[in-house]
């Protein structure tokens, strides 16, 4: 069954150091989305992406973020210069429409610990 | 704003156990309710939903009924197995957008 994959695993910085998380997501899905859950708390939004554009983000997507998709498969999150508070669980997802009841798929997150 | 409120875990219990895990809801207009579930290593999963007030939702034994009177969607299983354990997240959308508001997620740790 195709599944979203996400590398690395788990990922140590150290504060204002830059990092790349990656994402594959499922091969015909269309739209791309970053979420992120900060230890204990809820899984938060960031930021949707359809057609080499963000679509919709949160407001925790400030200028430190920023998505791409360098080419047919992976799906990049950037956050330039990380903060302590940075650190969290980030999921990517992918579906293959966004309306209505269709399904976001999720990969395995990648846990980021800023030192 | 919409906002989910689920039980803190970890919820431990031993193999055929009875299941429940609460899940209550705050949403402007009527969402649709989800149940996704995380098991190590591997992404979210959409185990069952529901779209309307008293529809219930059902996959791999599991049940959760969308109650709008008391805004809740509660996840049951009546005979839990070492299988189960895993993260449980509840959700919920509204009307047309395609961003779940989640919970926090309740650790379920299932022992033989």
């Known amino acids: 069954e195709p599944e979203v994959t996400q590398t690395p695993s788990h990922q140590v910085t150290q504060m204002g150091q830059e990092v790349i998380l990656r994402c594959v997501p499922i091969?015909?899905?269309?739209?791309f989305y970053w979420y992120r859950q900060i230890l204990g708390q809820k899984v938060e939004f960031l930021v949707s992406?359809?057609?080499?554009?963000?679509?919709?983000k949160s407001e925790i997507f400030d200028d430190q973020f920023s998505v791409e998709r360098p080419d047919g498969s992976n799906f990049t999150l950037k956050i330039r210069s990380t903060k302590l508070e940075d650190s969290a669980m980030y999921f990517c997802?992918?579906?293959?429409?966004?309306?209505?009841?269709?399904?976001?798929?999720f990969g395995p997150g990648t846990r980021l610990t800023v030192l | 704003g919409n906002s989910v409120t689920q039980m803190e875990g970890p919820v431990t219990l031993s193999e055929e156990a009875f299941l429940t895990i609460n899940c209550t809801y705050t949403?402007?207009?009527?969402?649709?309710l989800f149940w996704y579930v995380q098991y190590p290593g591997e992404g979210l999963q959409l185990l069952l939903k529901?779209?309307?007030?008293?529809d219930k939702g059902s996959n791999k034994g599991f049940e959760a009924t969308y109650r709008k009177e008391t805004t809740s969607f509660h996840l049951e299983k009546g005979s839990v197995q070492v299988s189960d354990s895993a993260v449980y997240f509840c959700?919920?959308?509204?009307?047309?957008?395609?961003?779940?508001?989640f919970g926090r997620g309740t650790s379920l740790i299932v022992h033989p």
């Open positions: 997802a992918s579906s293959e429409i966004q309306q209505g009841a269709n399904e976001q798929f």
């Open positions: 091969s015909n899905h269309l739209y």
């Open positions: 992406f359809y057609n080499n554009e963000i679509s919709e």
């Open positions: 949403a402007t207009g009527y969402p649709s």
């Open positions: 529901a779209t309307k007030a008293d």
């Open positions: 959700a919920l959308r509204t009307g047309g957008s395609y961003i779940p508001t």
